[in-house]
Structures are given as C-alpha cells and as structure tokens.
C-alpha cells in the first residue's frame, strides 16, 4: 500500500510539475509581498508574527505548501470544472470541505500559538477590533479567502484561454489536413503522373518543347502533392528552390517567354529545411496580379540564404485588370502557417505602394 502510494505521488508530481512550479512562484510572490507591507509599517511585529511557533524558514514552507494545495484544488477541481459545467456537485463540495479546514487550521493557528505578552499589549493598544477576537479572526480570513479567489480565477481565466487558443490550432491544423487529404483523394497521382507520361512519349518525337513542358508539369504536380517532409513538417530548400524554378518555367513557357523576371539565387545552406508552399504561393500571386510584360519593371525575386536565416524579396508591378478576390486570402494564409511554424520569430513585410507591390520574407532556419 505504501509503495503503491508512493508511486502515484511521483505521478502526480510529474503529470503537474508544470502546474506546480508556476503555483509555487505565484505563491513565493504573494508570501513576500505581505511581509514586505507588513515589515514596511512595523518590523519587529512582523518578524515575530511570521516567526511565532516554527520560526521563519519553516513557517515559510508551510505557508507555500499550503497555498499550493490550496490554489491547485481552487483552479482545477473547483473553477475551472464550474466553468465547464462538469462535475458542479463535486468543484461545491470541494470548494467547501476545503475552506472548513483551511477556517479550523488557521483558528489553531492563531489562538493555540503562545502569545508574547508586551507584543499582545502593543497590538492590543493599537488595533480598533482587538488581535485576540473571533471577529478580528473571521475578518482576517475572509479576506484572504477572497484574495485567493480572485487569484485562482485570474489564473484559470488565462489556462482556460491557453487551452481554447491550443484547441483552435489543432482543429485549424486537423481542418487543413482533412482538406488536402481529401483533394489527394480526388486527385489519384499515379493516374495523373501515368498520363503525364504517356502523353510526354507520344508527343516527345513531334514537338520537344511541349513534352518538356509536360515532363515540368508532372514535376510541379509530384511535388505539390507528394512533398517529402520532414517530422516538424518541413522540406529541402533546395526541393523547394526547384519547385519555384519549375513553376516559373512553366509560366514562361505559357506566355512564350515574355514574362520579365529579375531571379536572383544565393544559397549557401542547402542542407537547410523550411515550411513548404510558402515560397511559391508569393511567387503565383505575382503571376496572378502582377504586370510581367513590362521590361522597365520586371518581378523581382530575391532568395538568399546564410548560417541563420532565409531572405525572400519579392516586387512586381501591380496589374490594371480587376483583382481577383483571393488576393490577400493567400497571404492571410502565409502568416496563419508561419505563425504555427515559427511563432514571432519571423518577418513577414507587405510594402502596398499605388504601383507596385512587395513582400520582405525573413525566416530563421535553425528553429
């Protein structure tokens, strides 16, 4: 019986060591503040009213330990379950088995303690409803009660958010991959990349320009949908860089190559991961809304690499024709999945001039 005790209180301690230590901090803090106002108007009865009984250190413990259990049971198995409407009867009962004990175990506290003599006649003297008084006790503990109150429910207002927050980004996630799992579905690769290539040898001996154009095709759908990521969800720079180079080369090839485009290239970490489709996706809505036949002002694609970061710059001059409605859902999208990816630590800069649109992309490669 021991034993198996034993075990369930490591357990415990290791299942809540998390919940636990910020408990412990928030009580360190709310123990120092009270004798820190306490100390500021009278120190020497300060000193002997937190040192009375066991002496500073141990006192001290105790008053953490028991805040401990108290703001644990307080949060997790009384608000917190209020505020989800489970198990009321049980949060209630809880909630007031535990304040009796904590009203007995302070009533022993301060009136079974022995009492210095000349520091009672000083408190005695100086107080309106005298130290030693039931209602001075009960005043003394309501307060405090309620200072744990609020407390408590500040802190499981923020886990509450904390979990709600977490929840969304893994049913938005979950969401995202039902849909791609579902346009993959729709989409069979082996009959498309079959087809691809049957049609790439039939019309490879009478027109070489269009069965390479094919052959680049079936290299953009294979990796759109058959991209190798990494367990963080990640891919090669470099299969990503060539991904952005096909894609570029089948729109060249659509518009005879008179699409003006400025495609700078400096990798020096090729063995560096990042999130997929970012790249391209500020790369087709240039294409989408951009004005490439214009020599005097190419797309100007800028990709470079070092130790640290990747730098992608991308500017085109903006298009007369009316913009299509997803201009900017792409982006919103860009930002949802750098922010799950990368968290603050990313730059993502949109420059709207009247005649010309530009994006700074900085991204860290080592996190």
């Known amino acids: 019986m021991p034993k198996n005790l034993f075990k369930s209180i490591v357990a415990f301690l290791?299942?809540?060591?998390?919940?636990?230590?910020?408990?412990?901090?928030?009580?360190?803090?709310?123990?120092?503040?009270?004798?820190?106002?306490?100390?500021m108007a009278n120190p020497?009865?300060?000193?002997?009213?937190?040192?009375?009984?066991?002496?500073?250190?141990?006192?001290?413990?105790?008053?953490?330990?028991?805040?401990?259990v108290t703001y644990y049971?307080?949060?997790?198995?009384?608000?917190?379950?209020?505020?989800?409407?489970?198990?009321?009867?049980?949060?209630?009962?809880?909630?007031?088995?535990m304040f009796a004990l904590k009203l007995a175990l302070s009533y022993w506290w301060l009136f079974s303690?022995?009492?210095?003599?000349?520091?009672?006649q000083e408190r005695l003297s100086t107080t309106a409803i005298p130290d030693n008084s039931f209602s001075w006790f009960l005043l003394w503990h309501a307060m405090f009660s309620l200072c744990d109150l609020v407390a408590?429910?500040?802190?499981?207002?923020?886990?509450?958010?904390?979990?709600?927050?977490?929840?969304?980004?893994?049913?938005?996630?979950?969401?995202?991959?039902?849909?791609l799992s579902a346009l993959k579905h729709q989409i069979n690769p082996h009959f498309l990349f079959n087809s691809l290539s049957f049609i790439y040898s039939k019309i490879m001996k009478s027109d070489e320009k269009t069965a390479e154009?094919?052959?680049?095709?079936?290299?953009?759908?294979?990796?759109?949908?058959?991209k190798r990521?990494?367990?963080?969800?990640?891919?090669?720079?470099?299969?990503?860089?060539e991904h952005l180079k096909n894609v570029i080369e089948i729109n060249q090839r659509r518009h005879d190559h008179r699409l003006n485009i400025c495609f700078d290239e400096d990798l020096t970490n090729p063995s560096a991961t990042i999130v997929p489709l970012v790249l391209?996706?500020?790369?087709?809505?240039?294409?989408?809304?951009?004005?490439?036949?214009?020599?005097?002002?190419?797309i100007l694609i800028k990709l470079h690499t070092n130790g640290r970061e990747l730098s992608f710059y991308i500017k085109n001059k903006k298009g007369n024709g009316i913009k299509e409605l997803s201009n900017g859902i792409g982006l919103q999208n860009i930002r949802r999945q750098l922010d799950l990816s990368y968290g603050s630590h990313y730059t993502f800069v949109l420059e709207d001039e009247p005649s010309a649109f530009a994006v700074q992309l900085k991204i860290p490669l080592n996190s």
């Not at 990521?229 to 990503?240: A, L, P, S, T, W």
């Open 152 to 179: 408590c429910f500040s802190v499981a207002l923020m886990a509450e958010w904390i979990r709600k927050s977490k929840q969304q980004i893994i049913l938005e996630k979950q969401k995202a991959e039902a849909e």
């Open 113 to 120: 303690a022995p009492q210095d003599p000349q520091n009672m």
């Open 229 to 241: 990521e990494d367990v963080r969800g990640r891919v090669n720079i470099m299969e990503e860089v």
């Open 280 to 298: 391209i996706t500020l790369v087709e809505n240039a294409f989408k809304h951009g004005n490439l036949h214009d020599q005097s002002h190419p």
């Open 73 to 97: 049971l307080l949060i997790f198995h009384v608000i917190l379950p209020l505020m989800h409407k489970v198990r009321i009867w049980r949060a209630l009962a809880v909630f007031f088995v």
């Open 14 to 39: 290791k299942r809540n060591r998390k919940r636990l230590i910020l408990l412990t901090l928030m009580s360190l803090v709310l123990h120092g503040t009270l004798f820190f106002m306490a100390y």
């Open 213 to 226: 154009s094919v052959l680049i095709l079936a290299d953009i759908m294979r990796y759109a949908l058959a």
């Open 44 to 68: 020497a009865k300060t000193v002997y009213d937190f040192s009375k009984r066991f002496g500073l250190g141990i006192n001290t413990f105790l008053f953490i330990v028991e805040a401990v």
